[in-house]
C-alpha cells in the first residue's frame, strides 16, 4: 500500500470522518496484488504443461540415436562390405535399415514436433490472457488506491467549510452526512470487490459467474466513486482547485485505463477461446488440459454477446 | 533547317532550366514533407495550412530533440473519443518513430467539442493523467476558446517539452520500443472551440489559488516592488490587462492577449530558482532593467518604465526584443532596437542573440 494511502487513512480515523471499521476495511481493500499464490500456481501449472512434450521430443530423438548407433554394430565386429555394397537393380542391407529408421523417425518426430508446435501456439495466446488480466488486476488496484484521496479531499473540504461558515452550517451538515454514507457504501463496495479477487486468485478469469460478480462490484466502486465526486461538484471552489482537477484526472484515467484493459482482456480471450474450438488445437487443448476463459462483462452483455466466437 | 537548329539550341536550355526548376521544387516538397509526414491530420480543417506546417515543424523538432513521437488528428464525429485515440495510437505505434517508445497523440473532435491528449506507456511516468488535464484546461482550451487552437497545441507543447527537458536533466526517460503502446494514459477535457474568452476573474482557473491580488497590482517604488508584485499577480492568476503596474502600452497589449493559467503559474515557476541582479538604472532614470546572470539561460530580464514616480513593467519591449530558443533559453532579437539595451553593455551577444560576457 502506498504511505500516502496509509496517512490519509489514519488522518480520515483520527479526525473522525471515517469509522476504524472503514479504516480496516480499506486498509484490507489496498496493497499489492492479493493472488500471488495463484498465480504461482497457474505459472506451474502451465511450466508442468510446457516440459510435457518436450520430454517426449527428446525420448524420440534418443530412440532414434540409439537405432542409428546399432547400425554400426560393436567395434569388433569386421563388417563384411560386399553383404552390403549394392548390387545393379537392388538395394544395399544398409540403405534398407538405414530407410526404416528414417521412416520410423519421421512418422515419430514430426507429428511430434507439430504437436509441440501447436501447443505452444496455445500457451502464448493464454499467456496473453494472463498478461491482459494482471494490467486488469493492477488497474484495479490503482483505482482502489485512489478511494482514500478522495473520501479525504471531499470530506476534508467539507468539514473545513462546516467549520468556517457558520451561516451555512446546517446544509453543509447535510451534505457531510451524505458524503459519509456515500464513503461507506463506497468502501464496502470495494472490500467486496477485493474479496472477490482474493476467492478466485487468477483462476477467477476460469469462473464466468465469479467473473460476472467482480465486473458488477468493479462496477460499483465506480459509480459509487462517481457519487462522491458528484458532492463536490457543488461547490465550485473545491471543484475548480488544482488539487481536486488532479484527483479527477487520475480517476478518470484509470477508469478509462480500465476500459482499456478490459477491452483488451476480452480480446486475448476471444482469441484464446477461438482458438481452443478449432481442429487441430482443441486435440492439443484437451490433453494439455487448456482451460476456457470467461468474458469480463456485465450479465446484460453475455446475454446479448453472439453464440459463435468464430470469425 | 537553320530555324530548326535555333529552336533547338535554344529548346535546350530551356528544357534543363525547366527540369532543374522541377527539381527544386520538388526538392522543396521533399523537405518539407521530411519535417513531419503525416504528424498533423487536421481532417476538421481547425488550422491554415501554414499553421499546420509550423505545427509539424515544432513536432519534428521534439521528435529530434527528445525522441517523441507527437501527432495530431482534429476530426468531427469520432466516436467515442478516448476509444478512438486507444485505437488510432495502435495504428500509429505500426509506424512509430520512437526508438524508445515515446508517444503522443492529441485529438480533437469539433462535433463533440472535446480534446484528448493520449500518453504511450514509455511517457507515463514523465506526463501523468493530471498533467495532461493541466495544460489542456490550463494552456490548450483558453487559447481554442478564441479559435487559436494551432496556437493552443503550440503552448501545450511548450510545456510538454519543459517537461521533457527536466526529465531528461534529471532521472531521464524511461522507455522502451515495445512500450510505444497506449494503455489509455493521458487526458480527456472540454475543448471548448470557439466559446470566447473566459468570465471576468475570479473564475473557476483560480478559484483555488486564493485571494485576487488586487492590493498588490500597484506599481512599486522600486523596479523590484513593482516586480515582486507582478509575481503576486501571476501567483493569483490575475489576468487583468489592466493592471497599474504595467505601462499603458502594456495595457493596450495584453487586451488582445490569450493569458493562460498555466502561463501564469509558469512565470511564477520558472522565476523561482532565479537570482536577480541589483537594477540597472537607465541614463535618465526613466527606464530601468532586472537581469539575472547568464548561467541562468531560463530567466529573461524585466523592463521597467518610471511613470509619476512609480516603476512600471513594459512587456512590451520584452515581447519585441526577447525571443526564447528550442532549450528555453532566452535571447535577443538583434534585428530589435530597443531602448533597455544599456543594461547590457557589460556583455556581447553572438550571432544569434544569445548573451555572453564580455571578455576582459
Keep these: 500500500m502506498e504511505a500516502n494511502a496509509e496517512e490519509r487513512i489514519a488522518r480520515m480515523e483520527r479526525d473522525g470522518r471515517i469509522t476504524p471499521e472503514q479504516a480496516a476495511m480499506l486498509r484490507a481493500s489496498l496493497g499489492p496484488p492479493r493472488t500471488p499464490d495463484g498465480e504461482a500456481a497457474k505459472r506451474r501449472a502451465a511450466g508442468h504443461r510446457r516440459w510435457l512434450p518436450w520430454s517426449l521430443v527428446a525420448l524420440v530423438v534418443l530412440v532414434v540415436a540409439v537405432a542409428f548407433a546399432g547400425l554400426g554394430g560393436g567395434p569388433e565386429t569386421v563388417q563384411d562390405v560386399t553383404q552390403t555394397l549394392n548390387q545393379p537393380g537392388g538395394h544395399g542391407e544398409m540403405n534398407r535399415t538405414f530407410s526404416a529408421v528414417l521412416a520410423v523417425a519421421l512418422l515419430l518426430v514430426v507429428p511430434l514436433l507439430l504437436w509441440v508446435w501447436l501447443h505452444n501456439g496455445l500457451v502464448s495466446k493464454e499467456e496473453r490472457v494472463f498478461e491482459a488480466w494482471a494490467q486488469t488486476e493492477s488497474n484495479f488496484q490503482r483505482r482502489a488506491d485512489l478511494i482514500p484521496a478522495l473520501v479525504d479531499t471531499v470530506s476534508r473540504y467539507l468539514k473545513h467549510e462546516s467549520d468556517t461558515l457558520t451561516a451555512v452550517t446546517e446544509a453543509r451538515g447535510a451534505a457531510l452526512e451524505k458524503l459519509a454514507d456515500l464513503s461507506e457504501t463506497l468502501i464496502r463496495r470495494q472490500k467486496e470487490a477485493a474479496e472477490i479477487l482474493r476467492r478466485g486468485g487468477t483462476g477467477v478469469i476460469e469462473d464466468e459467474t465469479l467473473l460476472a460478480q467482480l465486473y458488477e462490484a468493479q462496477a460499483e466502486v465506480g459509480r459509487g466513486m462517481t457519487g462522491v465526486v458528484a458532492v463536490a461538484e457543488d461547490y465550485p471552489e473545491l471543484r475548480s482547485s488544482d488539487q481536486f482537477l488532479e484527483l479527477q484526472a487520475q480517476i478518470e484515467g484509470t477508469e478509462n485505463r480500465i476500459n482499456v484493459a478490459r477491452m483488451r482482456f476480452n480480446d486475448a480471450v476471444r482469441d484464446y477461446n477461438a482458438t481452443m474450438r478449432q481442429l487441430p488445437w482443441n486435440l492439443v487443448a484437451a490433453l494439455g488440459r487448456f482451460q476456457r476463459k470467461a468474458y469480463f462483462r456485465s450479465e446484460e452483455e453475455a446475454h446479448n454477446a453472439p453464440k459463435l466466437e468464430f470469425e | ?360
Excluded at chain 2, 474568452?197 to 498588490?216: K, L, V
Excluded at chain 2, 547568464?294 to 513594459?314: G, N, V
Design chain 2, 1 to 360: 533547317m537553320r530555324r530548326s537548329s535555333n529552336s533547338n539550341r535554344i529548346a535546350l536550355p530551356l528544357t534543363l532550366l525547366l527540369l532543374a526548376a522541377a527539381a527544386a521544387a520538388a526538392a522543396v516538397l521533399v523537405v518539407r514533407g521530411a519535417a513531419a509526414p503525416g504528424l498533423v491530420a487536421d481532417e476538421a480543417g481547425l488550422m491554415s495550412p501554414a499553421e499546420r506546417d509550423r505545427l509539424a515543424e515544432y513536432h519534428a523538432y521534439l521528435l529530434t530533440d527528445h525522441d517523441i513521437d507527437y501527432r495530431v488528428v482534429t476530426g468531427r464525429d469520432l466516436g467515442e473519443i478516448n476509444a478512438f485515440a486507444v485505437q488510432r495510437f495502435e495504428a500509429f505505434a505500426e509506424t512509430g518513430r520512437s526508438a524508445s517508445g515515446r508517444g503522443l497523440l492529441l485529438v480533437v473532435d469539433a462535433t463533440q467539442n472535446l480534446v484528448r491528449l493520449e500518453v504511450s506507456y514509455a511517457l507515463e511516468g514523465v506526463f501523468p493523467d493530471a498533467f495532461v488535464a493541466y495544460i489542456e484546461q490550463r494552456q490548450m482550451t483558453p487559447f481554442f476558446a478564441r479559435d487559436r487552437v494551432a496556437d493552443g497545441i503550440l503552448a501545450a507543447t511548450e510545456l510538454i517539452v519543459t517537461r521533457a527537458q527536466h526529465a531528461a536533466a534529471q532521472a531521464g526517460f524511461e522507455g522502451e520500443a515495445w512500450a510505444l503502446g497506449s494503455g489509455g494514459a493521458g487526458a480527456t477535457t472540454t475543448a471548448r472551440l470557439g466559446a470566447g474568452a473566459a468570465p471576468a476573474s475570479p473564475t473557476p482557473e483560480n478559484a483555488g489559488h486564493g485571494e485576487r491580488a488586487a492590493g498588490g497590482a500597484s506599481a512599486g517604488r522600486t523596479p523590484r516592488e513593482t516586480l515582486a508584485a507582478y509575481f503576486t499577480v501571476m501567483d493569483a492568476r490575475n489576468d487583468d490587462p489592466d493592471l497599474a503596474l504595467y505601462t499603458p502600452a502594456t495595457r493596450r497589449m495584453l487586451r488582445g492577449w490569450v493569458m493562460t493559467p498555466a502561463q501564469m503559474d509558469n512565470v511564477v515557476r520558472s522565476y523561482r530558482a532565479c537570482h536577480a541582479e541589483a537594477p540597472r538604472l537607465g541614463p535618465e532614470g526613466r527606464r530601468a532593467v532586472i537581469r539575472y546572470p547568464i548561467a541562468e539561460r531560463a530567466c529573461a530580464p524585466w523592463f521597467f518604465e518610471k511613470i509619476d514616480d512609480a516603476w512600471h513593467l513594459d512587456l512590451t519591449m520584452m515581447q519585441t526584443a526577447i525571443r526564447f530558443g528550442r532549450s528555453n533559453a532566452w535571447h535577443f532579437d538583434l534585428s530589435v532596437r530597443h531602448p533597455y539595451a544599456y543594461a547590457f553593455d557589460d556583455w556581447t551577444f553572438d550571432s544569434h542573440g544569445f548573451p555572453r560576457r564580455r571578455r576582459p
